[in-house]
């Protein structure tokens, strides 16, 4: 454990010198103010559960009709009692741990920065979305993905300013965030059944499959030793967390149950992806 804590802040502190370079080289080529807030994310996971408008995916208003989305939503919960207990250990995890640490690095570290960090642990995620648009058959988004890959990193200092965030592609090709979960809910695989896993949040069968592909495609995994990867990890999960701090309290605020919240939001979401 303490060397896992002397590894996160190395990591904290090397990430943080790389940003503050940025900072000072290129004010020009920073994130805009209105990206302030990227796509939302569950607060103690690293799956959305939110649409692109930042509301909380609910279900329609069809009357007595089914939709799929519907459908999709009553994905299967026959381990609902293991469920619902690693879901209260990662609600317990995010306000006792993980929330804490996020606001005391909000408070010393500027937003800016922050949101430079998020934008290069985005960019280093790019073999993740290029493998998975690549197996759905989908070459002009690949090719989209790999000029932003290319121009962030060559010219965005590594990937800390998105400066393709304003440029248009060609034609119309959709969303790039793609995942191997994702690519096999696009070849017409679905979800199992649900499950939600300790530090990861909400998932299916389906997805924890892609998930264990996208473990092998993410770079930070093969960082040695095997405790700088997991201080990288660690450090990129707090920064996500301390640009939406107060977004999982409000879900929990709305909801008589949470974790049925959760659920249904998480597998709407997951099969409005699949069909982006």
């Not at 990591?11 to 940003?19: D, E, P, Q, Y």
């Not at 370079?21 to 920073?30: K, M, N, P, T, V």
């Amino acid at each position: 454990m303490h060397i896992l804590f002397r590894s996160l802040l190395a990591a904290l502190a090397l990430t943080l010198v790389s940003a503050t370079f940025a900072l000072a080289a290129d004010q020009a080529a920073s994130v805009a103010p209105k990206q302030a807030r990227p796509s939302l994310l569950l607060a103690y996971g690293d799956v959305d559960i939110w649409d692109e408008t930042g509301q909380i995916i609910k279900k329609g208003s069809g009357g007595d009709k089914m939709t799929l989305s519907d459908a999709a939503a009553q994905t299967p919960d026959p381990l609902e009692g293991w469920n619902r207990m690693w879901f209260g250990f990662n609600d317990k995890l995010y306000f006792w741990a993980l929330k804490p640490v996020a606001q005391g690095y909000s408070f010393v570290v500027p937003e800016r920065p922050r949101l430079w960090v998020h934008n290069f642990f985005h960019n280093l995620m790019f073999p993740v979305r290029f493998v998975s648009l690549v197996l759905q058959g989908k070459p002009d988004a690949a090719a989209v993905e790999t000029s932003r890959f290319i121009g962030n990193t060559a010219f965005g200092l590594g990937g800390f300013a998105d400066i393709t965030a304003d440029s248009k592609p060609y034609k119309p090709i959709g969303s790039t965030e793609k995942d191997l979960g994702l690519t096999f809910g696009y070849w017409g695989a679905d979800n199992g059944l649900y499950l939600v896993w300790p530090f990861i949040g909400p998932s299916s069968g389906r997805d924890t499959l892609g998930y264990v592909g996208d473990y092998f495609l993410t770079p930070a995994t093969y960082i040695n030793p095997w405790y700088w990867s997991a201080g990288a990890k660690g450090y990129e999960k707090v920064n996500e967390v301390s640009l939406r701090i107060g977004d999982y309290e409000t879900l929990k605020d709305a909801s008589v149950d949470p974790y049925e919240a959760v659920r249904d939001a998480y597998l709407r979401n997951r099969f409005k992806k699949v069909n982006d």
